[in-house]
């Protein structure tokens, strides 16, 4: 997708809770890719920061970048506990303290309270084993103590503490989606889903659990990113938005509040939920909701209900023409390489999603994240033939299906690449479509050598 750099809302999170629980605890986030930081700028960092306490988390693509700063702060000083965190870590708790002797603590699922009691009892010396949600080592044993009760109440969560990567806000963009110099800024409505796709690692991290924040603190979170660090596109991360739930009360909120006119916002939505609100779509339309991303997923019934996605297909066509008819950018995911996947099966999926009529599609190939039933199911069927972490990133083939090699399902992912963003007509159409979001995707991708990457994979 091109030129891309998130601000660590993960870690602005944490921080901010720390910051209010413990207020004598000085905290201070290094972000190594706005920075431009190395391994070896890391270690002088830490050196000079000397803290008590280094953390770190990612995704499972990251997994191995992690455990590497958690070794460079070992290397620096012994005495630097390593605390990691994050859906990998969490579903790979065991395994991780075994392969990574540099990492001290794993704190699994949410991480605030975990965190906060962590950083009490290093400091006090009290017994670690009271401590509920991490993961640990001790005489040699690997330790997991009970789960940390979720938060109740979101709305009672710090606003993000933005203010300790100031210096690098302008930086923080997604250039595809609103252009380099738009300032791009994270926000969390809700944590959790009540769906249980079997290729997803979140439901399962915040166990099985929907809470959401109020509309009201959703609409002032908005508001102080948008006044206080002049936060013009704005993600709400949440893993699905529910108009049946968020919807009303939040267009209620943004309504009143002459900000909207000043930003654009985008969120991830099931298309069952978006084709049984098409009132609320566009209402959402008119207080900035100018993109929505869909899980579409696949054309056939069969793959959707062993992807435990409990849709219905006629719905993706349904939910691209609410989208459009309201001048919303309509973004379609795809999930390709599940086990009876052929040939001729992908190749349907390929002329599904050109007919479907979405504004973007992107592909990707079924991964086996740690923690999902598809990677219990791949696991213990020996299905699972490339281990190495940094490739789960949804580009690399993990698997082989029942008649495609690694090899021909990496070229499939290639194919539909060079099918939809190789053709001259769709190309031109969208370069010079009336919509501004559509001719800037279609600009950006064409210049982004996105089909050499991906041939690259082959």
């Known amino acids: 997708m091109g030129e891309y750099l998130p601000p660590p809302a993960g870690l602005l ?12 605890v000085e905290i201070e986030i290094l972000d190594c890719q706005a920075e431009k930081k190395d391994f070896k700028d890391i270690e002088k960092y830490i050196e000079y920061f000397s803290p008590s306490i280094v953390a770190t988390s990612g995704f499972t ?4 970048l992690c455990a590497r700063v958690a070794e460079i702060a070992k290397k620096v000083n012994n005495d630097i506990f390593t605390v990691v965190g994050g859906q990998h870590f969490s579903a790979t708790a065991e395994e991780s303290l075994n392969d990574f002797p540099e990492i001290d603590y794993i704190i699994r699922g949410e991480g605030e309270v975990t965190f906060v009691d962590l950083i009490r009892a290093l400091e006090t ?3 670690i084993g ?14 997991h103590n009970p789960p940390q009760p979720l938060i109740q109440n ?3 969560l710090p606003y993000p503490a933005y203010h300790l990567v100031e210096k690098n806000i302008e930086k923080y963009h997604f250039t595809m989606m609103a252009g ?27 166990n099985g659990v929907w809470r959401t924040k109020s509309a009201r603190r959703i609409a002032d979170e908005m508001e102080y990113f948008n006044e206080r660090f002049d936060g013009e596109f704005l993600w709400l991360t949440d893993d699905n938005f529910r108009y049946d739930k968020n919807a009303e009360e939040l267009w209620k909120e ?15 939505a099931r298309t069952d939920e978006i084709t049984s609100n098409p009132d609320m779509v566009a209402k959402l339309r008119d207080v900035g909701n100018n993109w929505i991303l869909m899980g579409v997923e696949n054309n056939s019934p069969a793959v959707l209900k062993d992807l435990k996605k409990n849709l219905q297909v006629n719905d993706a066509y349904k939910a691209v023409k609410i989208l459009n008819d309201n001048d919303i950018f309509s973004h379609a995911m795809f999930i390709m390489g599940s086990r009876g996947d052929t040939a001729i099966s992908i190749e349907q999926l390929r002329q599904f999603s050109f007919d479907l009529g979405s504004d973007l599609a992107l592909y990707t190939i079924l991964t086996p994240f740690p923690g999902t039933q598809i990677y219990e199911n791949a696991y213990q069927s020996g299905w699972i033939e490339d281990t190495n972490y940094s490739h789960y990133d949804m580009a690399h083939a993990i698997m082989p299906t029942e008649t495609l090699s690694r090899r021909q399902v990496q070229e499939e992912l290639f194919h539909c690449y060079k099918d939809f963003y190789g053709s001259i ?10 919509n501004k979001i559509k001719r800037r995707v279609n600009r950006h991708m064409a210049g982004k050598g996105v089909l050499k990457s991906l041939k690259g994979l082959i």
């Open 125 to 127: 010396g009290k017994n």
């Open 254 to 268: 943004l309504r009143q509040r002459p900000f909207t006119d000043d930003i654009s916002w985008f969120f991830q």
């Open 154 to 156: 979101l709305d009672t």
């Open 425 to 434: 007509p769709r190309n031109i159409a969208g370069i010079f479509s009336k």
């Open 180 to 206: 380099k110099n738009t300032r791009y800024m994270i926000l969390e409505g809700s944590r959790g889903c009540p769906h249980k796709c079997s290729f997803c690692t979140q439901w399962k991290h915040w």
């Open 13 to 24: 999170i944490l921080a901010a809770y720390i910051e209010e629980q413990l207020p004598d």
């Open 130 to 143: 009271e401590i509920k949600g991490i993961s640990f080592r001790h005489d040699k044993e690997i330790i």
């Open 61 to 64: 693509c990251n997994a191995y």
